[in-house]
């Protein structure tokens, strides 16, 4: 994870969104006040969906079972 100041934050915050945004690495900001860390929101929304799955009781376990199937088992064809 890339690691900036809040002052370099600050003047180039477009371009660290970019970045952000296009190469989906987190960027640490450390100020004296704390810390904080930087994500793209697509990226964001990706680990909220994830924590709110793992949340369901059972769901690991379905997911990883699920992914140890082979994809003929799990497709048909359909008569259009």
Known sequence: MKTITATSARS?????IDSAQSTHEP?????KRGN?????EDDW?????TIYLLGIP???DSIVKGMA????NCAE???L
């Open 12 to 16: 180039d915050l477009y371009r660290i």
């Open 69 to 72: 199937e082979p994809i003929g």
């Open 58 to 60: 059972g769901m690991r």
């Open 45 to 49: 929304r990706a680990i909220q969906e």
């Open 27 to 31: 960027v640490q900001i450390t100020g």
């Open 36 to 40: 904080a860390v930087l994500v793209a």
């Open 77 to 79: 064809e359909i008569d």
